[in-house]
């Protein structure tokens, strides 16, 4: 097991939320000192999550900020429709939905803008980002498992398709009991970066194309 650094609770703030298609809940938000890459990443706590934490069961989504999918409601990722899923899904049962500052898999907006012109022109999501300098996925989760070690929630259960996610904070003292894939939101635009998720990263993505 990787030892990490402590980090604290800097502030919490009661925020209500409201999505587009109107579902709204009310989350706890905490900001964080001592995080390992010094980003400003957020934790949401939703729904009971004192008593998840509690009986060990919080259900977590560690979610990459992607201001195209989540703010814009680009087609081109499933980004948008999967917050939307762990707010509501993580409000019903109590946890933590992990908003990280790791735009574009952590190669940032321009980057990641860049590499969707090599992708129309070609490559998939992750050869455009190596054939920008960049690995393939350059996230990192010591910060998310600082900020869950500083919540309480060493033992959780994750929301993801990615099992890099439960391999990193596994080895970094987060115990993950289970892992709970998100819906699959296939659209036309998107059917092509789902299925290099599946054939790069072994995402648990059930789609018809990936064969």
């Known amino acids: 097991m990787t030892s990490i650094l402590p980090a604290k609770v800097r502030t919490r703030v009661v925020v ?5 298609d109107g ?12 995080l390992a890459d010094n980003r400003e990443h957020l934790a949401l706590g939703l729904g009971d999550w004192r008593g998840a934490v509690d009986r ?13 999918g ?7 990722c499933d980004c948008g429709p999967q917050l939307r899923e762990a707010a509501e899904r993580i409000t ?3 946890g933590f939905l992990l908003y990280l500052r790791q735009e574009g898999r952590g190669i940032g907006l321009y980057a990641k803008l860049d590499a ?9 999501t992750f050869e455009a980002n190596v054939a920008l300098g960049h690995g393939e996925d350059e996230r990192d989760y010591t910060a998310a498992a600082q900020m869950l070690h500083s919540l309480g929630a060493d033992r959780i259960s994750l929301l993801s398709n990615n099992p890099d996610k439960a391999v990193q904070l596994g080895a970094l003292g987060v115990q993950v009991i289970e892992q709970i894939p998100t819906g699959v939101h296939l ?3 998107n059917a092509r970066y789902l299925a290099a998720k599946v054939a790069h990263t072994h ?3 059930d789609l018809p194309l990936a064969g």
Not at 16 to 20: D, I, Q, V, Y
Not at 57 to 64: K, M, Y
Not at 116 to 124: I, N, R, T
């Open 16 to 20: 209500p939320l409201t999505f587009p």
């Open 23 to 34: 579902y709204a809940t009310t989350a706890e938000v905490f900001t964080f000192e001592g």
């Open 187 to 189: 659209s036309a635009a």
């Open 70 to 76: 989540d703010v814009f409601g680009s087609q081109r």
């Open 56 to 68: 060990g069961t919080a259900l977590v989504r560690p979610h990459s900020e992607c201001l195209t």
């Open 203 to 205: 995402h648990t993505l």
């Open 92 to 94: 019903e049962t109590g």
């Open 116 to 124: 969707y012109a090599l992708q129309d022109a070609g490559l998939d």
